[in-house]
């Protein structure tokens, strides 16, 4: 009989009690057993929905205050050095390695973090030294097993497996080879099983997310040592994968000396088939069947008729799962008030993937679930063939494009004497990101006319005001292309989510994206279309106080899908470019109204990239060409900007160059500049505005250091293709740094000018 279990579940809470307890905790308000009590609560809620679902044993150790990744750091001792001052315990100094403070301790410089795999959750990179001492402290992970099991549950703990943790971290210092410290890790993990087995835990989930990846020979190796090594050590082992396929890792993989596998069987396709035609016969086949990165339902009749005779063929030895944890996905649909019947009907948060699992195991057990297989099978059919779903003008329009609707009617070289003849900028003209402070009154201006408080014409004469006050801030600066401030929107994704047709924002959808900060991406459900224009009252409005240029500004199409929930019937980049179509009306509006330079943000760009390196290349022709679409509906004069906000460009720079945009705004200040040498190697042909200031602090950045920073770029860019302008957005900043700071980066551009 098949069986169903959970390969993690989240842990913010139904109502984000994690993230407010977190918060109170860090400033004083609660105390620690407060916040652990709240932990607590909701681990027993999560396993009750487990228990509840049908699953003979919960999953433990998948809860974490802040992070998975630097759970394991701390169990297994990896502290770096700077953080064992005796100023804090274990306890706290988790949490400066997260956040630099914590209510002990002295301040110290926070771990790095990066984008777990291709999501947007964010772990702490583990800091490891060349001579690297694993010392273990399983006391948190012990105490959680017992805790479950006094609740009446049954655990299956979860772990992220040695190899993947080494291919997590970083060098401390000096770069060395990490694989050398593969022995010593090996043993506290051996270790660690150990004292698994003598608690009696009789499974214990492995991920090993890694291998879904290409990967080098010694990392093959390394897998391979690995559980040569710990095999028979401890309790029996579940070789975890998701996000994609094994592909050529698929042969290691089964050679590898454990007692399961479980598979992505949603992006990972078919390829279960050949792993069940291999496996061992005591070997146990776990098929993610419910998609964990998505709030779509399943469909069950498909994947029962799927699993009909894998069910046969392995009896209890088939397991079912989602397809990865579902710490993606937002946690219960019950509690979700935003959508429509309708709309809700199509949807499974992560309880109601549970109860979509146990529906399949009650089937195949030979159940009688016939009811909700047909509410199933309903459900789906209605959002197969509903009009909010497909809508035949937009289809057509995508059909029609071609490779000239992704061209500019010249190339930069003819466009820029032209936009400097319109625009009449300085050398080193400055501007900024697009964003400025969200202060406490613009957010209850826009709380109040969300709540109904304030009437639409209120609403818009205080916008209006905030913009009017953003732009005289700007003049007083002194800077040269002005922007209107963003006062209007919550969040650059939302915002749009909110205006487009095809898109649904919810109320309680979220998902953690790092410690206690979560995300709450909108839903793409149906064709996307622009009804109405957007943005254009804003900028025109703003246009209309100045003499100055105002940049109109936008999301673009990869950021606006990248950071949803994206609807799972056609290709991502078949949404993409409908998205692209959308914004592209949206750009020509502006430009109609008397914009003449439009910016299109995408830092999502990047993040977007396929894990296997083998399919960057489809990603970015299709990723450039929505964004080109976006764009090139304008005349030659008009000035296209883009901004990303990170300093890696390696592998995509070609790309990056082939999006065409006459100015791109980048985050450099932290890497001194040295940023700007992939731009150079590859001649990146247009203009580039290096951030010379970091908005993530809240100090002034001085005249000298941001002329200096300017002055290193210079040598690497002709000056006259060089802006001047911050890393990033300042909406998380107060006026009383901008101001100052806005200041110093124009005087910053007027001695370079009298350098020239
Ligand atoms: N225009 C946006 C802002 O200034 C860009 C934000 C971003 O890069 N993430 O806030
Ligand atoms: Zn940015």
């Given at each position: 009989?098949?069986?169903t279990?959970?390969?993690?579940?989240?842990?913010?809470?139904?109502?984000?009690?994690?993230?407010?307890?977190?918060?109170?905790?860090?400033?004083?308000?609660?105390?620690?057993?407060q916040?652990?009590?709240?932990g607590?609560?909701?681990?027993q809620?999560?396993?009750?929905q487990?228990?509840?679902?049908?699953?003979a044993?919960v999953?433990?150790?998948?809860?974490?205050?802040?992070?998975?990744?630097?759970?394991?750091?701390?169990?297994?001792?990896v502290?770096?050095a700077?953080?064992?001052?005796?100023?804090?315990?274990?306890?706290?100094?988790?949490?400066?390695?997260?956040?630099?403070?914590?209510?002990?301790g002295?301040?110290?410089?926070?771990?790095?973090?990066?984008?777990?795999?291709?999501?947007?959750?964010h772990?702490?990179?583990?800091?490891?030294?060349?001579?690297?001492?694993?010392?273990?402290?399983?006391?948190?992970?012990?105490?959680?097993?017992?805790?479950?099991r006094?609740?009446?549950?049954?655990?299956?703990?979860?772990l992220?497996g040695?190899?993947?943790?080494?291919?997590?971290?970083?060098?401390?210092?000096?770069s060395?080879?990490r694989?050398?410290l593969?022995?010593?890790?090996?043993q506290?993990?051996?270790?660690?099983?150990t004292i698994?087995?003598?608690?009696?835990?009789?499974?214990?989930?492995?991920?090993?997310?890694?291998?879904?990846?290409?990967?080098?020979?010694a990392?093959?190796?390394?897998?391979?040592t690995?559980?040569?090594?710990?095999?028979?050590?401890?309790?029996?082992?579940?070789?975890?994968?998701?996000?994609g396929?094994?592909?050529?890792?698929l042969s290691?993989?089964?050679?590898?000396?454990?007692?399961?596998?479980?598979?992505?069987?949603v992006?990972?396709?078919?390829?279960?088939?050949?792993?069940?035609?291999?496996?061992?016969?005591?070997?146990?086949?776990?098929?993610?069947v419910?998609?964990?990165r998505?709030i779509?339902?399943?469909?069950?009749?498909?994947?029962?008729?799927?699993l009909q005779?894998?069910?046969?063929?392995?009896?209890?030895?088939?397991?079912l799962?989602?397809?990865?944890?579902?710490?993606?996905?937002?946690?219960?649909l019950?509690?979700?008030?935003?959508?429509?019947?309708?709309?809700?009907?199509?949807?499974?948060?992560?309880?109601?993937?549970?109860e979509?699992?146990?529906?399949?195991e009650?089937?195949?057990?030979?159940?009688?679930v016939?009811?909700?297989?047909?509410d199933?099978?309903?459900?789906?059919?209605?959002r197969?063939?509903?009009?909010?779903?497909?809508?035949?003008?937009?289809k057509?329009?995508?059909?029609?494009?071609?490779?000239?609707?992704?061209?500019?009617g010249?190339?930069?070289?003819?466009?820029?004497?032209?936009?400097?003849?319109?625009?009449q900028l300085?050398?080193?003209?400055?501007?900024?990101?697009?964003?400025?402070?969200?202060?406490?009154?613009?957010?209850?201006?826009?709380?109040?006319?969300?709540?109904?408080?304030?009437?639409?014409?209120?609403?818009?004469?205080?916008?209006?005001?905030e913009?009017?006050?953003?732009?005289l801030?700007?003049?007083?600066?002194?800077?040269?292309?002005?922007?209107?401030?963003?006062?209007e929107?919550?969040?650059?994704?939302?915002?749009f989510?909110?205006?487009?047709?095809?898109?649904?924002?919810?109320?309680?959808?979220?998902?953690?994206?790092?410690?206690?900060?979560?995300?709450?991406?909108?839903?793409?459900?149906?064709?996307?279309?622009r009804?109405?224009?957007?943005?254009?009252?804003w900028s025109?409005?703003?246009?209309?106080?100045?003499?100055?240029?105002?940049?109109?500004?936008?999301?673009?199409?990869v950021?606006?899908?990248?950071?949803?929930?994206?609807?799972?019937?056609?290709?991502?980049q078949?949404?993409?470019?409908?998205?692209?179509l959308?914004?592209?009306?949206?750009?020509?509006?502006?430009?109609?109204?008397?914009?003449?330079?439009?910016?299109?943000?995408?830092?999502?760009?990047?993040?977007?990239?396929?894990?296997?390196?083998?399919?960057?290349d489809h990603y970015?022709?299709?990723?450039?060409?929505?964004?080109r679409?976006?764009?090139?509906?304008?005349?030659?004069?008009?000035?296209?900007?883009?901004?990303?906000?990170?300093?890696?460009?390696?592998?995509?720079?070609?790309?990056?160059?082939?999006?065409?945009?006459?100015?791109?705004?980048?985050?450099?200040?932290?890497?001194?500049?040295?940023?700007?040498?992939?731009?150079?190697?590859?001649?990146?042909?247009?203009?580039i505005g290096?951030?010379?200031?970091d908005?993530?602090?809240?100090?002034?950045?001085?005249?000298?250091q941001?002329?200096?920073?300017?002055?290193?770029?210079?040598?690497?860019?002709?000056?006259?293709?060089?802006?001047?302008?911050?890393?990033?957005?300042?909406?998380?900043?107060?006026?009383?740094?901008?101001?100052p700071?806005?200041?110093?980066?124009?005087a910053?551009a007027?001695r370079?000018?009298?350098?020239?």
């Open positions: 009989m098949a069986t279990h959970t390969l993690g579940f989240p842990r913010i809470g139904a109502q984000r009690e994690l993230k407010f307890a977190l918060e109170s905790y860090w400033n004083g308000s609660s105390t620690r057993e916040l652990l009590q709240v607590s609560r909701i681990r809620q999560n396993w009750s487990q228990q509840q679902a049908g699953q044993r999953t433990v150790n998948d809860f974490s205050l802040y992070d998975q990744v630097l759970d394991h750091s701390c169990l297994l001792g502290i770096p700077r953080f064992q001052d005796g100023s804090s315990d274990g306890f706290d100094t988790a949490f400066r390695m997260a956040r630099g403070r914590a209510p002990s002295t301040a110290v410089r926070a771990c790095e973090m990066t984008k777990w795999f291709d999501t947007n959750y772990y702490l990179v583990p800091e490891l030294e060349a001579q690297q001492r694993f010392t273990l402290s399983p006391d948190t992970l012990l105490a959680e097993i017992a805790e479950a006094a609740g009446g549950f049954d655990v299956k703990p979860v992220i040695p190899v993947t943790y080494l291919w997590l971290a970083k060098s401390a210092g000096e060395f080879d694989l050398q593969l022995p010593a890790l090996l506290a993990y051996g270790e660690l099983f698994l087995a003598r608690e009696g835990v009789e499974w214990l989930q492995i991920d090993e997310p890694i291998l879904v990846q290409e990967l080098e020979p990392w093959q190796q390394a897998l391979e690995a559980y040569q090594a710990l095999s028979g050590a401890g309790p029996k082992l579940l070789l975890t994968t998701y996000f396929n094994l592909g050529d890792n290691l993989a089964l050679s590898l000396p454990v007692q399961g596998f479980h598979l992505d069987a992006r990972g396709g078919l390829e279960y088939r050949r792993v069940l035609a291999e496996l061992g016969d005591d070997q146990v086949l776990s098929l993610g419910v998609d964990g998505n779509w339902k399943t469909d069950l009749s498909a994947r029962l008729n799927e005779s894998v069910s046969e063929q392995l009896g209890d030895r088939l397991w799962a989602s397809s990865c944890s579902l710490q993606h996905v937002p946690v219960d019950a509690q979700e008030t935003a959508f429509d019947a309708q709309l809700r009907n199509w949807m499974a948060y992560a309880v109601q993937k549970l979509e699992l146990q529906l399949l009650a089937s195949l057990n030979g159940g009688n016939a009811a909700a297989l047909a199933n099978a309903l459900a789906l059919a209605g197969r063939s509903s009009d909010r779903v497909h809508r035949e003008s937009v057509q329009r995508c059909q029609r494009l071609s490779l000239k609707d992704g061209e500019r010249l190339a930069y070289a003819q466009r820029a004497p032209r936009q400097r003849e319109r625009l300085p050398a080193f003209p400055t501007t900024t990101i697009g964003s400025f402070p969200q202060t406490p009154a613009i957010r209850q201006t826009r709380a109040g006319f969300r709540r109904g408080e304030l009437s639409e014409a209120d609403y818009v004469a205080r916008m209006q005001a913009i009017a006050d953003c732009i801030r700007q003049e007083t600066c002194g800077l040269d292309m002005l922007v209107h401030g963003e006062a929107r919550n969040d650059m994704v939302e915002y989510g909110e205006l487009l047709q095809g898109y649904a924002v919810s109320q309680n959808g979220w998902v953690q994206s790092y410690g206690s900060r979560c995300v709450k991406p909108p839903v793409i459900y149906g064709d996307v279309y009804d109405a224009a957007m943005t254009v009252q025109r409005y703003a246009q209309s106080l100045t003499s100055k240029p105002v940049k109109g500004m936008l999301t673009g199409p950021t606006m899908l990248q950071w949803a929930f994206v609807r799972d019937d056609q290709p991502r078949q949404t993409c470019l409908q998205v692209a959308a914004l592209r009306d949206e750009v020509c509006e502006l430009e109609s109204a008397g914009i003449a330079a439009i910016q299109i943000d995408e830092p999502a760009i990047r993040e977007g990239l396929p894990l296997k390196r083998s399919e960057w970015l022709d299709w990723a450039v060409y929505a964004f679409v976006s764009a090139c509906g304008v005349a030659p004069e008009t000035q296209i900007h883009t901004h990303m906000c990170y300093s890696e460009f390696n592998g995509i720079i070609e790309a990056i160059a082939a999006m065409d945009a006459d100015v791109i705004t980048i985050e450099t200040s932290r890497s001194n500049m040295t940023l700007l040498d992939a731009f150079i190697d590859f001649e990146y042909p247009s203009e290096p951030g010379v200031y908005i993530h602090s809240p100090n002034v950045p001085e005249v000298a941001m002329e200096a920073l300017m002055k290193k770029a210079a040598e690497r860019i002709p000056a006259e293709r060089l802006w001047v302008n911050p890393d990033c957005g300042l909406k998380t900043r107060g006026w009383e740094e901008v101001g700071s806005l200041e110093n980066m124009v910053a007027k370079l000018r009298a350098g020239l």
